[in-house]
């Protein structure tokens, strides 16, 4: 008989664990988007409540009260006056900003890729030549891949944006 008290006061817990879980995604959902204004022309990702995603430049200026957002679309090719798509801030569960690319890193990991295989070659080729260093040939390997490895890697990374919350 006192296996009846400790299971009602298990079924309690739980149940007072899923009314917080639940309370607490429906405050969560009320929240503002964004806390200060965006200015139009930001490049925003929406990540939509039905699991779906969609980035591109506001098309006016999105705010704490605003009533509905307008963005283009990356996937519309120009986006004029009175064209974008217009949502409903319900409809968006998650606003993020474009905050820059990636492009160091390109810089950085096409450097590190191409010195893997050019430094030896240049290193090898050089020391058959008559008064090279080794911390020349190390050098000349090295801007070899900066330019060419890196420039790649650059070209690469500013392509791929980075994102945070918005603000």
Not at 21 to 31: N, R
Not at 129 to 149: C, D, F, N, P, Y
């Amino acid at each position: 008989m006192s296996a009846l008290p400790n299971m009602r006061l298990q079924l309690t817990g739980s149940l007072a664990l899923a009314l917080t879980l639940v309370f607490a995604s429906l405050v969560s959902a009320q929240a503002a988007l964004v806390t200060r204004p965006l200015d139009s022309a930001t490049v925003v990702r929406l990540h939509f409540v039905n699991d779906g995603v969609g980035e591109g430049p506001l098309l006016a200026p999105f705010g704490p009260g605003s009533s509905s957002l307008r963005y283009c679309s990356v996937l519309v090719a120009a986006c004029g006056s009175g064209r974008g798509t217009v949502v409903m801030p319900a409809a968006i569960s998650r606003l993020e900003v474009q905050t820059g690319t990636r492009a160091g890193r390109g810089f950085l990991i096409g450097t590190a890729t191409l010195s893997v295989v050019v430094v030896p070659v240049v290193y090898i080729g050089g020391s058959l030549s008559q008064g090279e260093t080794r911390g020349g040939l190390i050098a000349k390997g090295l801007l070899i891949s900066a330019i060419v490895g890196g420039g790649v890697g650059l070209l690469i990374g500013g392509r791929t944006p980075t994102w945070s919350a918005a603000p």
